[in-house]
Nanobody
């Protein structure tokens, strides 16, 4: 099993930046992919970005060019640098890693983009 803890959310004005961090503990040696998802009120949880142990990244179209995922899966850490934030980026952001057929999630961190 693995435990995930996020940090770094908050309130920011449109056009601003935030950096989210996630740290895993437990069986981190099994981690191959880590990612960030988000869920806005009344909407389904969606993938924002992911990164594999080999460094391959994947982004939702809505964040390409604005968000950057980085991290070290071997150490169980993943970060999400979010620039040029928009009100539609407002959501609870969750750290995720799939492992042995199961998805592991953090507790979530709120990101609010508002003037």
């Amino acid at each position: 099993q693995v435990q995930l803890v996020e940090s770094g959310g908050g309130l920011v004005q449109p056009g601003g930046s935030l950096r989210l961090s996630c740290a895993a503990s437990g069986a981190i040696f099994r981690i191959n992919t880590m990612g960030w998802y988000r869920q806005a009120p009344g909407k389904q949880r969606e993938l924002v970005a992911s990164i594999t142990s080999g460094g391959t990244t994947n982004y939702a179209d809505s964040v390409k060019g604005r968000f950057t995922i980085s991290g070290d899966n071997a150490k169980g850490t993943v970060n999400l640098q979010m620039n040029s934030l928009k009100p539609e980026d407002t959501a609870v952001y969750y750290c995720n890693t799939p492992m042995l057929g199961r998805n592991y999630w953090g507790q979530g961190t709120q990101v609010t983009v508002s003037s």
